[in-house]
């Protein structure tokens, strides 16, 4: 590409440590404009990547990936890697069916050493990493490289608790890089600190300390006197006291926009044994002033001209379900002060962005730790409060043991309202939300509702809410069918399904009654239009109507369920049960997710893809249930 002439010379790491220091400083800035280019024609997380660019240069300068392993915290910042490790080309195709990931993936890349997009991770692969090293005789630097939201998690102390512990006698060849991007590069992490974090990662200094030591261990008070005043010292300029503890030689806060910084400081640490700690500032959005200015806004855009930045619709879109949590959140506040919020890191993804406002001291950020907001949110039900945990569903995956011990086995009150659930589109099989109806349906105490639309979601809300038990509600990524969720309070029926179509008997095979789960109840409907088919909202997962549902086994020949989740264990496997409960035998189709992980791409083309659309649906039940006689018109049999 001629407006960048020198990143498209770097097809591999290799052609970045040949470069000068000029010419570092050179592709970092082609790096940003094409990084830049490329986001706004694709959509992707944008902040997070602009303020990585440096420090990826320096790391792969220094380091000799992947014969070195680099791994990456959540991934969501990694674009400049995949482009200097020859994903360049590929990167219009970021996101898509069949493109590359938005987050490192081991299959995709061998300098993507650990697949990851949740947080927190690194450490522990960085540290499994080189302590396999050592046993294998190996030389090798290990790198995790870990933002600052990540390190409220606790699994990243878990790893940092054990990653400076000697093993066999020697600490491990770890380095851990934490990306600090909340704090402004304010004057103390200037001049000042450039210097002391570059003499303290050096040998001299390192030298002198042990010299000093060694002659200062013959004088017992003084050298207690010397080794306080080092650490008092160190602990007024650097905020690394917690890291040392742990058994990690803290370095920084250096600036992670300067090379002249970065690379020095890496290059000492490389060459130090035992485990090192690199604490780097970095900013958000950085070089590209509108995302500098407003980081949330420009974490993941879609599509948009750099020239302009973000524009707003020409038409007002149709309210998200995570707006009809959010605003049925304040008006349930409103009424019930019992009511408080949680969300772990997500307030604008989760819809708590008005909630925080109005209702502050209601309003609980507890940070990447998604095991601590399900027990805390225990411990205020415990006391008469009503919590109301906002939360992916993948996320929730995150706190079953806490779900299940804390919350379930004590039967507490506690919401959950599972965001993101069902397919996701481009984050692909780490965010999907596949797994929440098997993982609920089995927990004793607990009860799920999939609302099919956003007056549904909001009555299923208030439903929860009213109930003295765990109660999670599943509700899809995006906009509905725009149907008006209404401002009332109004929960649905408890444990009732509906019939929202009934068979005319004209159907050209068996009576067939289709039992849909959630959103998908449209694509169901319009099934049900081609087919002459019941179709039923069920509405329910746990408490299941089986009155309903019993009815509609009585009066149909066959039954279809339609969920968008797993099928092992899901709503089919529910329906399946109960009707064996109720010594009911009936062919039943269930159709949902497959037992696979389903990749990243448009989530209207994965769900045909699946057959989970309209014509999917028919099509699955044409093939089960329908000889080829009974067909349209030419006798076609549809392709599987």
């Known amino acids: 590409m001629t407006d960048h002439p020198l990143l498209s010379t770097i097809d591999s790491p290799a052609d970045v440590r040949r470069l000068s220091r000029p010419q570092l400083k050179q592709l970092a800035d082609e790096l940003r404009d094409f990084l830049l280019q490329s986001v706004a024609r694709t959509g992707g997380h944008l902040s997070s990547n602009l303020g990585t660019v440096e420090l990826t240069i320096a790391l792969h300068h220094v380091f000799d990936t992947p014969d070195d392993r680099l791994v990456w915290d959540v991934g969501h910042q990694t674009y400049p890697h995949k482009i200097l490790t020859g994903r360049r080309e590929r990167m219009g195709t970021l996101r898509q069916l069949g493109g590359l990931s938005g987050f490192p993936r081991r299959d995709e890349s061998e300098y993507d050493t650990f697949g990851t997009a949740h947080s927190s991770t690194s450490i522990s692969a960085a540290l499994g990493m080189a302590l396999a090293a050592q046993i294998r005789g190996e030389s090798r630097h290990c790198v995790a490289v870990i933002g600052d939201g990540a390190m409220t998690a606790g699994m990243a102390f878990e790893a940092l608790n054990n990653g400076g512990v000697p093993h066999q006698g020697k600490v491990p060849q770890v380095l851990v890089v934490l990306n600090d991007n909340d704090m402004s590069i304010s004057p103390p992490v200037g001049a000042l600190n450039k210097y002391l974090a570059r003499l303290m990662s050096g040998k001299f200094y390192a030298s002198a300390r042990e010299g000093a030591k060694s002659v200062l261990k013959n004088a017992p ?135 925080e406002r109005r209702f502050p001291q209601r309003y609980f950020d507890v940070g990447i730790a998604e095991q601590h907001a399900v027990t805390f949110a225990a411990g205020l039900a415990c006391e008469g409060l009503k919590p109301v945990v906002a939360i992916y569903s993948t996320f929730l995956q995150r706190g079953y043991d806490q779900l299940i011990h804390d919350v379930a086995i004590q039967n507490l009150p506690v919401v959950f309202a599972l965001d993101r659930a069902g397919i996701v589109g481009a984050d692909g099989a780490t965010h999907n939300g596949a797994y929440d109806i098997a993982y609920t349906r089995c927990i004793p105490n607990c009860s799920l509702i999939t609302p099919s639309d956003e007056r549904e979601c909001r009555m299923a809300l208030s439903a929860a809410f009213l109930q003295d038990h765990p109660v999670a509600v599943r509700y899809p990524r995006g906009a509905g069918t725009g149907i008006a969720a209404g401002s009332d309070l109004t929960p649905l029926p408890w444990g009732q399904g509906l019939v929202r179509r009934t068979a005319g008997g004209q159907g050209a095979g068996p009576r067939l009654a289709i039992l849909a789960f959630g959103t998908v109840l449209q694509a169901a409907l319009a099934a049900g239009e081609a087919l002459d088919a019941t179709v039923v909202d069920m509405r329910f997962v746990k408490p299941l109507d089986r009155a309903l549902l019993e009815r509609m086994a009585r009066e149909h020949e066959a039954l279809v369920t339609v969920e968008e989740g797993c099928l092992p264990g899901g709503a089919g496997s529910a329906v399946l049960e109960a009707l064996q409960a109720l010594g009911q035998v009936k062919p039943v189709l269930t159709l949902g997710l497959p037992d696979a992980f389903i990749e990243h791409g448009d989530p209207a083309l994965l769900m045909a893809q699946l057959g989970l659309d309209a014509a999917g649906i028919e099509r699955s039940i044409r093939q089960r249930f329908l000889p080829v006689s009974a067909l349209d018109g030419g006798g076609r049999q549809a392709a599987a």
């Open 221 to 355: 008070p003084l050298f207690e006197l010397a080794r306080r005043f080092e650490e008092h010292a160190k602990g007024m300029v650097v905020p690394g006291t917690i890291f040392e503890e742990f058994g990690f030689n803290y370095v920084g806060p250096i600036d992670g926009h300067d090379l002249d910084a970065l690379i020095p400081t890496l290059e000492n640490l490389r060459d130090k044994p035992g485990a090192q700690f690199l604490h780097v500032v970095t900013r958000k959005g950085f070089g590209y002033d509108r995302a500098e200015a407003d980081p949330i806004a420009y974490h993941g855009p879609g599509k948009f001209d750099p020239a302009i930045g973000l524009l707003k619709p020409l038409t007002p879109p149709k309210p998200t379900f995570t707006q009809v949590f959010g605003q049925w959140l304040c008006d349930q506040a409103a009424v019930d002060e019992r009511l408080v919020g949680i969300t772990p890191a997500m307030r604008e993804g989760s819809g708590l962005v008005e909630f």
